[in-house]
């Protein structure tokens, strides 16, 4: 008799491989402003200040040059939090001014996980033909198509 094999074929890379994967594919682009507010001395506040670190990567302000991103420290006692104010369009679609994360007892892939599931989902799609580069090949081809429609 045998036993069946249950499980993964091979170990996973970690919470880094997780977290670059998660980081591959967040975008700012139905953001108009990011709102980070922790304590630092409170402990559960690493995952916050590691998010606000991630959020000011040249990479993922690429996605949307014109975001601010501000941090907020606090003095009190209050839950860290991250609030997204969100474009026109994206508050159309999603029929919400804001989207705000209470941090307290996450980490920081969950919080990555929420922001690509909440935030990374409103942004506005682009076309592909609009985006496409034309050749000079494919333009010379074109001209010449032209020339030959108007004789």
């Known amino acids: ?18 977290i670059a994967k998660q ?3 967040v975008n700012l682009k139905a953001v108009k402003r990011v709102t980070v507010s922790f304590n630092p001395f409170n402990e559960n506040a690493k995952s916050t200040r590691e998010l606000l670190v991630h959020l000011t990567s040249p990479k993922i302000i690429k ?14 006692l209050q839950p860290a939090e ?22 307290d007892n996450l980490t920081t892939l969950e919080l990555l996980q929420l922001c690509n599931k909440h935030i990374s989902t409103l942004a506005p799609k682009e076309d592909a033909a609009a985006t496409s580069l034309q050749t000079k090949s ?14």
């Open 63 to 76: 996605t949307n040059p014109n975001c601010i991103v501000k941090p907020e420290v606090l003095c009190n």
């Open 82 to 103: 991250v609030r997204f104010s969100l474009i026109d369009a994206a508050k159309e679609q999603s029929k919400l001014k804001e989207i705000r994360f209470v941090c």
């Open 23 to 25: 980081l591959k594919s």
């Open 138 to 151: 494919s333009k010379a081809a074109s001209s010449s198509r032209k020339a030959v429609k108007r004789k």
């Open 1 to 18: 008799m045998s036993i069946y094999y249950s499980g993964a074929l091979r170990r996973s890379n970690g919470i880094v491989a997780a």
